[in-house]
């Protein structure tokens, strides 16, 4: 069943029939958030548990975090966390919950950061209603976080839960005040939508979606065993479509108790979101974010050194180029736009196209005044004259021109586009020079100096030296700046 069709915990009628509502309603400490009702009593401020009653609760606190699985690439988001949370000068303790099947080397690594505490896996009993094979693989043992429930694992008062594609930026001590459970809320239909209650305030049941990443609760085992019990029945109307099932199982199962953590301490930073990286710290540094969220595909410790993160789009472009003796190229991209250009990037290699086709042009004139076109556009195997008769197909091809990013190396294009630029400059001056002096000195011999003299013959001569000029000069210069092209071309 979808989440539509499913009955959250929250709507059933009798909270009698359902011991988990009893435990999160019932039991909980207003003051401590613990799920103990022993010596208990209600007063003003709602129930507290017997030790914030007699006035001697001492809570102890810590951060926790989860790997499982003898993949490593999460051991590296492991030690950032850690090494983050060391570094912001916090005093409660770190612990890391483990499954069985984390490599042991790892583990070494690891302890010198980290509290080690084994736990078991939990799974679901029904297959996760995930929108794809992917994430089912993705988010096969995902309810093994709900080992942060369990009093066993966790013998503190309060936890603080830490995804572990999360940086600490700054000492979050402060989000053990807040009430558990708590997370930061997301809307109606989760995503990554803003978060508009309150920091601290209680979510409302009917628009409750929480982000699992930041989390804060108090481990009981009256409720972990309650919460493992309900995954494990085999009813499906719980496990509901969504891209994060424990997400979608949490925001449900206690729908009305949450209370709302804010994105400061869950700052989603995507490394493919349209916006570039730079620029999302900058955002993050201005609002004082306490905790950095990598929640994308691909994760923060996975960047190369001198890679770039400032592309508009996820799609991956890929570059075929074969040579053969014919001199054919095919090049197989998903295509980059002009409107897709960074506000930084190299725009003025844009000009550089532009000039090519405009040189494109030329040459497609002089063939077809030469009556070579067609000859060529007949010609088997011939790259070169195919763009040369197709000076749009030609401006097409140079698309990897402005595609060049700011921190790429760009002085040889540059210098390439300055010598472009500069020879279709000369050309049109010399152009433009010779004709007009021609003209001239056409006017000026044969019309003023001798006028009775007057021969159609010479004028007719001059008229042809005049053509066979501009034609040289606009061969050479073609041929010259066609070479420049084809050679960069080669380079690129």
Not at 11 to 40: E, K, S, W
Not at 111 to 128: E, I, N, T
Not at 262 to 291: C, I, R
Request: aromatic residues 8%; glycine residues 6%.
């Amino acid at each position: 069943m979808s989440a539509a069709g499913a009955i959250p915990h929250s709507q059933r009628a009798d909270p009698l029939l359902n011991p988990l509502r009893a435990v999160l309603t019932g039991f909980t400490c207003a003051a401590c958030g613990r799920f103990d009702a022993a010596g208990g009593s209600e007063g003003p401020g709602g129930f507290a548990c017997g030790r914030c009653a007699a006035g001697i609760c001492e809570q102890s606190r810590a951060y926790a975090s989860l790997i499982y699985g003898d993949s490593p690439q999460y051991v590296a988001g492991a030690l950032a966390l850690g090494y983050s949370l060391e570094a912001s000068g916090t005093q409660h303790d770190r612990v890391l919950l483990h499954t069985h099947d984390v490599p042991e080397e790892a583990l070494q690594l690891l302890g010198h950061l980290w509290k080690l505490q084994k736990v078991a896996y939990v799974s679901s009993a029904a297959d996760l209603h995930v929108a794809s094979e992917r994430a089912a693989a993705r988010f096969r043992n995902v309810f093994t976080k709900l080992q942060i429930f369990n009093p066993a694992a966790l013998p503190y008062d309060r936890v603080a839960f830490l995804d572990l594609d999360m940086i600490v930026l700054r000492n979050v001590d402060e989000l053990f005040e807040v009430r558990p459970p708590a997370a930061m809320s997301t809307g109606k239909t989760g995503g990554f939508a803003t978060a508009t209650p309150g920091h601290g305030r209680r979510m409302d049941p009917r628009s409750c979606y929480v982000n699992a990443g930041t989390m804060v609760v108090a481990p009981s085992q009256e409720l972990f065993e309650l919460l493992v019990a309900d995954v494990h029945e085999p009813d499906p109307q719980w496990h509901h479509s969504a891209w994060s099932p424990e997400q979608s199982y949490l925001s449900s199962v206690m729908a009305g108790e949450w209370s709302h953590v804010s994105q400061l301490y869950n700052f989603e930073v995507q490394l493919h979101s349209g916006v570039p990286l730079s620029q999302q710290w900058q955002t993050a540094k201005a609002m004082d974010v306490a905790v950095a969220h990598f929640s994308g595909k691909r994760k923060v410790w996975e960047i190369e050194p001198d890679e770039d993160t400032t592309r508009r789009t996820t799609r991956t472009r890929t570059r075929t180029r074969t040579r053969t003796r014919t001199r054919t190229r095919a090049t197989t991209t998903t295509t980059t736009t002009t409107w897709e250009i960074e506000p930084d990037e190299d725009n003025l290699s844009l000009c550089l196209c532009l000039s090519v086709v405009v040189v494109l042009v030329v040459l497609k004139l002089f063939l077809l005044l030469s009556g070579k076109s067609s000859q060529m556009r007949t010609t088997p195997g011939c790259y070169c004259s195919y763009i040369c008769c197709n000076p749009i197909f030609g401006f097409c091809c140079s698309y990897i021109l402005w595609e060049i990013e700011p921190d790429e190396d760009t002085p040889m294009l540059f210098w390439f586009l300055q010598v472009l630029l500069m020879l279709c400059v000369v050309v049109v001056v010399v152009v433009i020079v010779v004709v007009v002096v021609v003209i001239v000195v056409v006017i000026v011999v044969v019309v003023v100096v001798e006028p009775d003299e007057y021969n159609p013959m010479l004028l007719l001569s001059l008229l042809l030296l005049l053509f066979a000029v501009v034609v040289v000069v606009v061969v050479v210069v073609v041929v010259v700046v066609v070479v420049v092209v084809v050679v960069v071309f080669c380079c690129c």
